[in-house]
């Protein structure tokens, strides 16, 4: 980016705000932004692929601690018009030493952008970052990508991308030198991956989760029951005789894998309470009912009550 970039281009109007805006804000606008602008979803409007890359310029800055703090004192001088966009060799006007220190403001520009005002060699080209959403099973599995990313010149590039079994959500895969290109060779591109939740699984760590509804007979009385597995087939796990709910159970080895390590499937039980009961069965449970009435369930949780 050339120096006159530096007062042609608000970068907090970009992304639409303010120049006191949190770390958090940015982020979550230019998530949202990119979402509505990627390329796969505007298909080919070239003018929404040019905002798509003006987006992911700014949030390069922005999201950066050091890079934000030079542009705006870079932003504070021109909008002071203590300085103005070089004609020939080296910037002009203005008293440098008062805010940039003993520092010379065409490092800063250099730094930041690449300026033509103190040149350093050949320089890499911009990295690129985009968003892509998959699937829980994928997250843990894997998957490969397939995405179409706009370029300069309102062209676009197809980039497939390997995702890796088991990645979490928020993961950032790297793709070196499928960003923008240089003189000293392209940049490379960043992947944020959002997953999306499982309707029965979940995780924790390396292992995955889930909730198993067993009836009331299953729990007093004990039963082998067929769990589903993220897999596709089925593992069976015992139900001990007077299993309460919330008891979980451990399944080895069916959890994530990631590199050489394996988690477990833990199963939590959750005893499903009849919401209508009649015939013969009401008979039994009344039956049972009357068998147990000695028996106080609560005597221990009264007498801790009282602690």
Do not use: C, W
Not at 37 to 54: I, M, N, R, S, W
Not at 260 to 279: A, F, H, K, N, Y
């Amino acid at each position: 980016m050339a120096a006159k970039d530096l007062y042609e281009k608000d970068f907090y109007k970009v992304l639409g705000v303010d120049k006191k805006a949190a770390a958090d804000e940015i982020k979550k606008k230019y998530r949202a932004m990119a979402r509505d602008l990627h390329p796969d979803k505007t298909k080919g409007d070239v003018a929404k692929e040019e905002q798509f890359k003006a987006v992911s310029e700014a949030y390069e800055i922005l999201s950066d601690p050091k890079k934000r703090a030079e542009y705006d004192e870079a932003r504070s001088l021109f909008e002071r018009g203590g300085f103005r966009a070089p004609t020939g060799g080296g910037f002009q006007g203005g008293d440098f030493g008062d805010i940039f220190g003993s520092g010379n403001p065409q490092d800063i520009f250099a730094n930041l952008f690449g300026a033509a005002g103190g040149r350093r060699g050949p320089r890499k080209g911009q990295d690129l970052q985009t968003e892509a959403t998959i699937s829980f099973r994928e997250s843990v599995f894997g998957t490969t990508l397939d995405l179409r990313l706009g370029m300069d010149r309102g062209q676009s590039q197809n980039i497939s991308a390997r995702v890796p079994a088991g990645v979490n959500d928020g993961a950032k895969i790297r793709m070196k030198g499928k960003g923008s290109p240089g003189e000293a060779g392209p940049g490379d591109l960043f992947i944020q991956l959002h997953v999306k939740p499982h309707p029965i699984f979940g995780r924790k760590g390396e292992n995955l989760t889930l909730t198993l509804p067993i009836t009331f007979a299953e729990a007093a009385l004990g039963a082998d029951v067929k769990v589903p597995t993220l897999a596709g087939d089925d593992v069976t796990v015992r139900i001990a005789p007077g299993t309460p709910t919330g008891r979980t159970l451990r399944v080895k080895g069916r959890g994530v894998t990631k590199g050489s390590t394996t988690g477990d499937l833990l199963v939590t039980v959750e005893v499903q309470v009849p919401q209508r009961v009649d015939g013969k069965a009401l008979d039994a449970l009344k039956k049972f009912a009357d068998e147990t009435s000695s028996e106080d369930v609560r005597v221990d949780f009264v007498n801790k009550a009282k602690i």
